[in-house]
């Protein structure tokens, strides 16, 4: 079973929305989007662009590997693959907002927060999701988010980000076994 | 796999692959890996060789393991390299060097690996005199083995950090020639670097006075050349070896002086390489002997790379060899 949570419409009206956000919080000035590889990547792509419209300025973007800052990295993992962090910029004094498509256990954020410390001191770190879905383990909470919705165990958000937009939509886990 | 993160990416973008990307428990030598494990190590390392280069050089993955660094030979350069690979990756490490170790006092290899077992090291980094101990101390620890080169045998990451090197500098290892010269005979370095350069799709030519060249050097796939010219002819890789002072004190080489000027690489004879080949060396040097001053230290040398990439690729050994000590993958996870 498959149900549409955003079509490419309501992704693009709520990135609009959110992009508003960020910049209602501090302008554009010393801003810095770090997307969570990969999902969260082209979304901070997209964001920067937004800004750009509304401040006239888009903001550095870089992106984020977690792999080797995962709490079970060393355990449940055995030889991921590690993609390639890019940050061009200098973290420190920055306020960086980081960007994923989904939050679940908030056990990724928690990494990324890790991983982002590791490149130096930024002013703050916020976070902005597509989707949060509920169901945390950590006391991690999105300041900037686009769609909330409470599931439960037994389903999961799947987002395409295509040419043409981003879908995101709700599956039954009994639907895709062995993926 | 992921799916604790509770999606999927089209396309099969996800961020794991199956075990099967290093199947191996420990690492013993290039001849035991697949071209494509060979390739998942590079690719590995290439993600902590940007580790080594932010303000914050060191990542949380190996936290709580313990790495031995266990030395029989006297080496500055790979055990320190070792040293800093393990602390980057947060594990804590032990070095136990032969002049301070129990070995002088007539303990065995096996019974220091038993009593170093019970500490509960998850990897023993082993260097020894003896061809094969590593495998010999493999079959009988618990904690994952590699190899910091064992005798005239192997010696994988010099092997893997060389074939890093090159790869960063000219793109690829399919294709090109690589010349190999000096003591090629004892040169573990040598071996593996022959094994890997094959694998992955390289011309290996060694040169080397004929006493110091293998006698199966063609088995191994290698051209072999008894003068160091023709070996250099359009190599796009020149890989000078160390000569052992005490073997040119034997019955193998007359003198250091005829070695030199035979086999030594100037700026003269590395003019017969391709334009733009690199030079390459593990240490450490005989400076004025297998290698002219201005060769090591010009702009085509690429020694001090070969360091800075030890690193990485000793990063990528640890971390593929202690996540796969930790027996079974978790289903699904």
């Not at chain 1, 549409?4 to 992009?19: C, E, M, S």
């Not at chain 1, 501090?26 to 662009?49: K, M, Q, T």
């Not at chain 2, 428990?25 to 993600?47: F, K, Q, V, W, Y």
Request: net charge neutral; hydrophobic share 40%.
């Amino acid at each position: 079973m498959s149900e549409v949570l955003l079509d490419p419409v309501a992704v693009a009206r709520g990135l609009r929305r959110v992009a508003g956000e960020i910049a209602e919080h501090g302008g554009v000035r010393d801003l810095a989007l770090v997307g969570i590889r990969r999902g969260g990547e082209p979304l901070a792509e997209r964001l920067a662009a937004l800004l750009r419209e509304l401040e006239g300025e888009a903001p550095p973007t870089g992106s984020i590997d977690i792999t080797l800052y995962r709490d079970d990295a060393a355990t449940a993992l055995p030889n991921p693959k590690i993609g390639p962090s890019r940050i061009p910029f200098e973290v420190r004094g920055k306020r960086v907002v980081l960007v994923d498509d989904v939050i679940y256990t908030g056990r990724t954020i928690r990494a990324a927060l890790d991983a982002v410390l590791d490149y130096g001191r930024p002013r703050r770190i916020e976070l902005c999701v597509l989707v949060d879905r509920g169901g945390r383990e950590l006391p991690i909470h999105p300041d900037y988010t686009v769609r909330r919705v409470e599931l439960g165990p037994g389903q999961r958000i799947e987002v395409a980000q295509k040419d043409d937009g981003a879908w995101a939509t709700i599956e039954d886990a009994s639907t895709l076994g062995g993926t | 796999m992921g799916h604790h993160r509770g999606r999927i990416h089209p396309g099969g973008n996800v961020t794991t692959t199956p075990r099967a990307r290093y199947p191996h428990r420990h690492l013993l030598g290039i001849e035991a890996l697949e071209r494509t494990e060979i390739l998942s190590i590079l690719d590995a390392a290439e993600s902590f060789f940007d580790v080594s280069r932010r303000s914050v050089r060191k990542v949380p993955t190996l936290r709580g393991k313990t790495v031995i660094n266990l030395f029989y030979e006297p080496s500055t350069r790979t055990r320190t390299s070792f040293e800093l690979a393990g602390k980057r990756l947060s594990a804590d490490v032990i070095n136990i060097s032969v002049s301070t170790s129990s070995a002088v006092k007539g303990e065995t290899l096996l019974d220091t690996v038993k009593n170093l077992e019970a500490m509960c090291p998850d990897v023993l980094v082993i260097r020894h005199q003896a061809s094969g101990a590593p495998h010999y101390v493999a079959s009988r620890t618990n904690a994952a083995v590699v190899n910091a080169g064992d005798g005239t045998h192997e010696h994988p990451t010099q092997a893997l950090l060389d074939a890093f090197t090159i790869r960063r500098r000219k793109g690829r290892l399919e294709g090109l020639v690589v010349a190999i010269c000096g003591d090629v005979l004892h040169s573990r370095v040598a071996r593996s670097n022959v094994l890997l350069l094959r694998k992955m799709g390289a011309t290996v030519r060694f040169a080397g006075p004929r006493t110091l060249l293998p006698p199966a050097a063609e088995a191994l796939g290698a051209e072999v050349h008894d003068r160091l010219e023709p070996a250099l002819e359009g190599a796009d890789v020149v890989m000078m070896l160390r000569v052992q002072r005490e073997r040119l004190a034997g019955t193998f080489l007359p003198s250091t002086r005829e070695y030199s000027r035979k086999f030594g690489l100037n700026e003269a004879r590395l003019a017969l390489a391709a334009p733009d080949a690199i030079v390459m060396h593990p240490g450490p040097m005989n400076r004025g002997v297998e290698i002219d001053p201005a060769v090591a230290d010009g702009s085509r040398s690429v020694i001090l790379d070969q360091v800075e990439a030890g690193v990485a690729v000793r990063m990528a050994v640890l971390w593929m060899v202690a996540t796969e000590a930790e027996g079974e993958p978790i289903a699904g996870a």
